[in-house]
């Protein structure tokens, strides 16, 4: 059967009642040349576990089943089931678990299920969920060594903006603490079921064995990041002395002595400047 091939897919569909549900942001791959990319391009080889989020009816995950060692998809949608059981019947290395990515262990997931494998991460990831799954990926730690995605194109761009550039955002800041990403090709609405008003892009985030500068209290880190970005139009010391409770005066003379423009905004600064900033920051509120 061929998954990209809409009349059959509409034939599959009918055969088991099945019907889109709006809440989930479905947006089913059919063009054939998409999966194989994502897959080739997310490093999927025959020594590597795959997690897959999200399997649709299946397309991305034959492909990924077709290259890797071991498949485990995580999907929402049990009415998907009886589908998925003849469309990935034939593959004894996939295995699919019905539940929601956001409500799962993951590192427990991987421990039981890719013990002693290298693992990466693909995904035809919902819009309405990009940002919380990714973080979730990167934030909890887990043994992986990169993360594969297909996101909305402007989601795209603003991930793998340069730290100090317009683009930037909260976001891109917080994917670069953790990882080097890179858009990897752009993705038209004509190549999903049903097409979304949007066009969307596939990225690889790869993950670093820690992060590129030391820091004691990332939760503070984190923060000082949140609140830069908070009034992005508006010079990085008044959201920052309104947060932490710090005088503007005292905050600017620490920001000029370490080499940070008081009046610059949060979107100009590089990680390094970030680093700084929590450091100042953290230095003042003791």
């Not at 089913?28 to 009816?57: D, H, K, S, W, Y």
């Not at 990926?137 to 297909?150: A, D, F, Q």
């Not at 370490?258 to 970030?274: S, V």
């Amino acid at each position: 059967m061929r998954l990209t091939d809409i009349g059959q897919i509409k034939e599959l569909f009918n055969k088991y009642g099945f019907s889109f549900t709006k809440s989930l942001g479905q947006n089913f791959l059919i063009n054939p040349t998409v999966c194989p990319r994502i897959a080739e391009m997310g490093g999927v080889t025959r020594e590597v576990g795959v997690l897959e989020i999200g399997t649709g009816i299946g397309v991305l995950t034959r492909e990924l089943a077709e290259r890797g060692k071991k498949v485990v998809a995580l999907e929402i949608d049990r009415t998907l089931e009886p589908i998925l059981n003849e469309t990935l019947g034939e593959y004894d290395n996939v295995e699919v678990i019905f539940a929601d990515v956001m409500e799962t262990d993951l590192q427990q997931l991987i421990k039981e299920k890719f013990d002693g494998m290298d693992v990466v991460v693909c995904a035809n990831l919902p819009y309405y969920i990009t940002s919380p799954v990714i973080m979730k990926l990167l934030e909890e730690r887990l043994p992986i060594k990169s993360v594969t995605v297909m996101v909305q194109l402007e989601a795209a761009e603003r991930i793998c903006a340069a730290m100090g550039s317009r683009n930037c955002s909260a976001l891109t800041a917080a994917v670069s603490w953790y990882s080097k990403p890179k858009k990897l090709f752009n993705v038209k609405p004509g190549s999903f079921m049903p097409a979304p008003k949007v066009d969307s892009a596939v990225i690889r985030l790869d993950l670093y064995d820690k992060p590129p500068y030391d820091v004691e209290d990332e939760k503070l880190f984190f923060s000082v990041i949140r609140q830069s970005f908070s009034q992005r139009r508006k010079q990085l010391i008044n959201p920052l002395s309104g947060f932490f409770n710090i005088d503007k005066s005292v905050l600017s003379s620490a920001m000029t002595e370490n080499g940070i423009k008081p009046t610059a905004r949060a979107e100009e600064l590089t990680m390094e400047d970030f680093v700084k900033l929590y450091r100042i920051i953290e230095g003042l509120k003791k």
